[in-house]
Structure formats: structure tokens, C-alpha cells
């Protein structure tokens, strides 16, 4: 079992950049898959990038396409989302997951352990 601790929310206004950061406990972390997801108000959760054990990433599609950079340190057991040109449409809660299995997944449901999450609230 992992648990996940994001942090790095606030906020933040149009325009600007944040850096979220998820610590994991246990000693497995290398071993699997991270993503990252956000969940605005009303809506569902909503895939935003991940990473594989060793590094090869994806940062989305749509809406945050260009504008992330998903990353991950093993010896610190944390995966970090860079995220620049923030916009008002970013704001949500953003969860940060572990996935065990092997092969990369945009679904939520496909991930094994969560974090609580971290606000990130964007002003126009």
C-alpha cells in the first residue's frame, strides 16, 4: 500500500504557473504509474497527465495540452505537475494517483491509490 500527500495549491492568478507536488510513502514508489487528475465543481474527474516508472510522460490532451510538465524523482518519492498559463477554467481539486499494474491509463478507475487532493483555485 502507498499513500499519497499532494501540496502546492492556492491561488493563483490567470496567467500565472504553479507547482504541485505529491509525496508518497513506502518503499514501492519506483515501481509504479503516477498520474495526475483534477475534479472541478459539477464536473467529472478529468485525466491531466502521467508517468511512467521510468519517466516517459504524458501531459494530457485538450484543454491543458502544452501547458503541463508532469516529472517524478524516485529517491524523493514524489511526482511533481508543472503547470504554466493558468487559466480560470483550471480551477479544481487535483489528485494525484498511484497505478500498480502495468501499461499507461487516462482513467480514473484505473488507478489504485489517491491522494487527497489540493486546491488550485485561478483569478481572471
Known amino acids: 500500500q502507498v499513500q499519497l500527500v499532494e501540496s502546492g495549491g492556492g491561488l493563483v492568478q490567470a496567467g500565472g504557473s504553479l507547482r504541485l507536488s505529491c509525496a508518497a510513502s513506502?518503499?514501492?514508489?519506483?515501481?509504479?504509474?503516477m498520474g495526475w487528475f483534477r475534479q472541478a465543481p459539477g464536473k467529472e474527474r478529468e485525466f491531466v497527465a502521467l508517468i511512467t516508472q521510468i519517466g516517459v510522460n504524458t501531459c494530457s490532451v485538450g484543454s491543458v495540452k502544452g501547458r503541463c510538465t508532469i516529472s517524478r524523482d524516485n529517491a524523493k518519492n514524489t511526482v511533481y505537475l508543472q503547470m504554466n498559463s493558468l487559466k480560470p477554467e483550471d480551477t479544481a481539486v487535483y489528485y494525484c494517483?498511484?497505478?500498480?499494474?502495468?501499461?499507461?491509463?487516462?482513467?480514473?478507475?484505473?488507478?489504485?491509490?489517491w491522494g487527497q487532493g489540493t486546491q488550485v483555485t485561478v483569478s481572471s
Open positions: 494517483a498511484a497505478k500498480r499494474s502495468a501499461g499507461r491509463s487516462t482513467i480514473a478507475g484505473a488507478y489504485d491509490y
Open positions: 513506502g518503499r514501492t514508489f519506483a515501481t509504479y504509474i
